[in-house]
């Protein structure tokens, strides 16, 4: 069955770096579009950033371009995001996208992340 596993999330104080991970399975890996997502609590999910199949093409969210980045590694059907300059406004918890063929997509169960001194 389709598989997505988040991790990486924490606590980090204001300033710092997080690397998240997203191990996927059960879907074909390098033909998906990746993304992760966040939501904050009271908040709606909101976009976060997105890489296509090959790598070719990223976007971000304003609210983190320049902080953020989101490598892919289609080898090991892995996506990461990883966090730089995490600010207090960033905490919520994190999730992992899959969105391939015609209307297929998966979303993981998220990770917590907590940006505070």
């Known amino acids: 069955q389709v598989q997505l596993v988040e991790s990486g999330g924490g606590l980090v104080q204001p300033g710092g770096s997080l690397r998240l991970s997203c191990a996927a399975s059960?879907?074909?890996?390098?033909?998906?579009?990746m993304s992760w997502y966040r939501q904050a609590p009271g908040k709606e999910r909101e976009f976060v950033a997105s890489?296509?199949?090959?790598?070719?093409?990223?976007n971000y969210a304003d609210s983190v371009k320049g902080r953020f980045t989101i490598p892919r590694d289609n080898a090991k059907n892995t996506v990461y995001l990883q966090m730089n300059s995490l600010k207090p406004e960033d905490t919520a918890v994190y999730y992992c996208?899959?969105?391939?063929?015609?209307?297929?997509?998966?979303w993981g169960q998220g990770t917590q992340v907590t940006v505070s001194s």
């Open positions: 996208n899959a969105k391939w063929r015609i209307a297929r997509q998966s």
């Open positions: 059960g879907f074909p890996f390098s033909t998906a579009t």
């Open positions: 890489i296509t199949s090959s790598g070719g093409t990223t």
